[in-house]
């Protein structure tokens, strides 16, 4: 029997849809992706993001702001936020200098 394994699109529109990658390329294991732990180091920090922006923009006056630019400001606040020295009360503080 010849087998032959999709291409890297088609793995990746798989892996995208939920199915394990080593299901799919070996047979073994389960067939679908284990879900993403909500705890996963880039949620925590992400939720960091989000909570910071939330309290700067509220103490700043700004409850409302474009999504477009909410969504800048989370993926700046989450870049800084991977930075060792980095923490949710400095970066608040950075903040506060620019809102």
């Known amino acids: 029997m010849n087998l032959s394994l999709p291409g890297a699109d088609a793995i990746e529109r798989f892996v995208r849809a939920g199915v394990d ?11 679908t992706a ?8 880039c949620a925590k920090r992400l939720q960091a993001a989000l909570e ?20 800048a400001l989370v993926l700046r606040v989450y870049d800084l936020l991977q930075e060792p020295a980095a923490s ?3 970066v608040l503080k ?3 200098l620019v809102l």
């Open 88 to 90: 949710k009360e400095k």
């Open 21 to 31: 990658a080593n299901w799919l390329l070996t047979g073994e294991g389960p067939m």
């Open 52 to 71: 910071t922006v939330e309290t700067s923009l509220s103490r700043a006056g700004h409850p409302t702001v474009s999504a477009e630019k909410k969504a």
């Open 94 to 96: 950075l903040l506060e």
């Open 34 to 41: 284990p879900a993403v732990e909500p705890t996963a180091p």
